[in-house]
C-alpha cells in the first residue's frame, strides 16, 4: 500500500504509549502546545526509563490522562481504545539501552516485539468496519530506530529508506521485529500506518545512563567520562524537539504504509562529542580543571556498531521537514538544561 491521503489527518483522541519516558514525553509536550484541540492518552509501565517528574510542566495538562500499564497487556490496550475513542497510536514505548539488550536480551523481545504486535490486533480489531475495511479517520504511526539498518564504513552512503536491515544486537533485532510487524500488518490487513526511523535522539528528559546525559552528569559529579574503544564510532544526532515535529509530519502528512528516516544531518565521532560537551561544560558551568581531563577510554562494546547515518531526503522532499538544530545549539540548550536541574 502507498496511498495518499486525500487530506491531511488530523489526530483528535491520541493514545501515545510510552510517554512518559524520553522522546514520548517530548512528543506529548510538543502535541498539546502546538494542538489546542487533541486529547491525550499516555500508557506507561514507568519502567527505569519513564518518569512522572517528565510530564510536570505539560500545557494544559487537562488534556492529558496518564495510564500505568503494559501494552503486553491487550485487554487494558482495548479498554483504552474503546474508553477514550481513540483515533490516533503514536506508539514509543520500548526497551532501547542496547548495553542492557545485550546483558538480558528476553525484556526486549517482550516489549518491542510481542508489545508491538499486541497494539496492532487492538487498533486492528478496534478500528476495523463491519466489512474488514478501516476508516480515513485513524492513524497508527511506530517510532523506530536507525540501528535496524546496521553499521556503516566511513565510505557508505547515508541509510535510506531502502536499506536493507541488518540489525546487529538484540535491541535492534527487536525493533526490525516490529518494523516488519507493522509493515506485515499494512500489507496483510490494510492498516492505516506508518513508521519513521531515527537517529540518535539528544535533549531534556533523557534517561541518565544514555551517552549524552552520561557525560554531562560525570562532568557535574566529576567522575571519569566512559567512552567506549578509541572514541571513533560515529553516531548521526538529533535534537528531540526536532524529532518530534517530523513525527507529528509524518503522522498528519505522510503516505500510508511509508516510512520515513529523520536524522540531524549532525554526524560526530563519540570522542569529538565528548569534547565538545566538555568544552560547553567549561564555560556553562566552570570547574579548576577542565573537563576534558575526565575523559576515560573503557573496553570495547560486543557487536558495536562503527557508524550510523541517515539520509531526510525523502521525508524533506515529501513533508518539508528539516532539522532546526544545528549541533551547537541542540548541545547547548541540552547542557543547560541539565545543569539547570543539577542546581535547582
Known amino acids: 500500500m502507498n496511498a495518499t491521503p486525500d487530506a491531511e489527518f488530523v489526530p483528535r483522541n491520541v493514545l501515545v504509549t510510552g510517554g512518559a519516558g524520553f522522546i514520548g514525553s517530548n512528543f506529548i509536550h510538543h502535541l498539546l502546545a502546538t494542538d489546542p484541540t487533541v486529547r491525550i492518552v499516555n500508557l506507561d509501565l514507568l ?6 517528574d517528565n510530564l510536570e510542566t505539560l500545557p494544559d495538562p487537562t488534556r492529558h490522562t496518564f495510564v500505568h500499564g503494559d501494552i503486553c497487556d491487550q485487554p487494558v490496550v482495548e479498554h483504552l481504545l474503546n474508553d477514550h475513542t481513540i483515533d490516533t497510536i503514536v506508539h514509543f514505548a520500548a526497551d532501547s539501552h ?52 546496521g553499521s556503516l564504513t566511513a565510505t557508505d552512503p547515508a541509510f535510506t529508506e531502502t536499506t536493507r536491515y541488518q540489525p546487529n544486537s538484540p535491541y535492534s533485532a527487536s525493533k526490525a ?8 500488518y499494512v500489507q496483510t490487513y490494510g492498516l492505516p500506518a506508518t513508521i519513521n526511523n531515527c537517529s540518535n535522539n539528544y535533549g531534556p528528559f533523557q534517561h541518565r545512563e ?31 524537539t526536532d524529532h518530534c515535529r517530523g513525527i507529528d509530519l509524518v503522522l498528519r502528512r505522510g503516505r500510508i504504509g511509508e516510512c520515513y528516516n529523520v536524522g540531524g544531518s549532525n554526524e560526530r565521532a563519540n570522542l569529538d562529542l565528548v569534547r565538545a560537551l566538555c568544552a560547553l561544560m567549561d564555560e556553562i558551568h566552570p570547574r579548576e580543571r577542565p573537563h576534558a581531563e575526565l575523559i576515560s577510554f573503557v ?45 535547582a
Do not use: M
Open 47 to 52: 519502567t527505569y526509563a519513564g518518569s512522572l
Open 98 to 149: 542496547v548495553d542492557r539488550s545485550i546483558a538480558a536480551p528476553a525484556p526486549f523481545i517482550k516489549t518491542n516485539v510481542v508489545g508491538t504486535f499486541h497494539l496492532l490486533e487492538a487498533a486492528r480489531e478496534y478500528w476495523k468496519g463491519n466489512d474488514g475495511e478501516f476508516p480515513d479517520d485513524c492513524r497508527f504511526h511506530h517510532v523506530s530506530t536507525d540501528e535496524v539498518y
Open 177 to 184: 521485529g516490529a518494523d516488519h510487524l507493522v509493515h506485515a
Open 210 to 240: 544514555k551517552f549524552i546525559p552520561t557525560i554531562i552528569h560525570a562532568c557535574l559529579e566529576q567522575r571519569p567520562i566512559p567512552v567506549y574503544g578509541d572514541g571513533s564510532n560515529i553516531r548521526d544526532w538529533l535534537y528531540v
Open 299 to 343: 573496553d570495547d562494546r560486543p557487536g558495536h556498531d562503527w557508524r550510523y547515518a541517515i539520509d531526510i531526503t525523502k521525508i524533506s522532499t515529501e513533508l518539508g521537514w528539516k532539522p532546526e538544530e544545528n549541533s551547537q545549539s541542540g548541545l547547548r540548550k541540552t547542557v543547560e538544561w541539565y545543569c539547570a536541574r543539577a542546581t
